[in-house]
């Protein structure tokens, strides 16, 4: 090789290789990383209350599909950020939110009003108006978010699914919320 470049080609494919070796540790570490300090993260996203609008917009007696925006979103989320659910006002002061997948497979449920029944069209599940399991396959009744009104505006206990566990944590009072 020549001396008057001052660089080999040991030395070139040399520098080359490192430089390709710290890129891939960097590409392996930083999700690493993140999952190591997310607990140190702040409960912001998850543990939220999401205001589902006012009162007034669930007339008494009647079930409605609202929408919100999920707290924990990526700038890149677009439509896919928005999550439904649906509201049934029984009285005045008591209403119920239901998560919009049916208990069965996660398949999106609709509400029939003519028959007062929600309908799952994958595998023929239904609940009736009070979210409780009517027929077919799904081993229990729609999933309920936890809710509470503050003044006229409806809020939900958001971030994340309603589950079974989810559910049994906040009976324990973890989180603080009142369902």
């Known amino acids: ?17 490192i430089l390709l070796n710290g890129a891939v540790a960097t590409a392996i570490a930083v999700p690493i990383i993140g999952f190591l300090l997310g607990p140190i993260r702040k409960n912001g996203g998850y543990d ?16 409605r599909l609202a929408s919100f925006v999920n707290p924990h979103t990526l700038p890149w989320d677009g439509a896919t ?4 659910c ?14 919009v997948n ?8 609709r509400w ?18 009070d979210g ?13 978010y936890p809710h509470k009104i503050e003044g006229k505006s409806l809020m939900i206990y958001g971030g994340q699914m309603p589950t079974l566990a989810t559910t049994a944590s906040l009976r324990k009072g973890q989180n603080g919320c009142a369902g």
């Open 1 to 17: 090789m020549s001396e008057e470049t001052g660089i080999s080609r040991r030395s070139l494919l040399m520098k080359i290789g």
């Open 86 to 99: 649906y509201v049934r006002r029984v009285s005045e002061d008591q209403v119920q939110v239901f998560a």
């Open 48 to 63: 939220s209350w999401i205001s589902l609008g006012d009162l007034t917009q669930f007339p008494q007696g009647q079930t």
């Open 132 to 144: 409780s399991r009517a027929a077919g396959p799904p081993p229990r009744g729609l999933f309920e």
């Open 102 to 109: 049916c208990a069965h497979l996660g398949c999106p449920v």
């Open 112 to 129: 029939f009003p003519q028959s007062e029944l929600f309908m799952c069209p994958c595998h023929g599940g239904v609940y009736y108006a």
């Open 81 to 84: 950020a928005k999550s439904a």
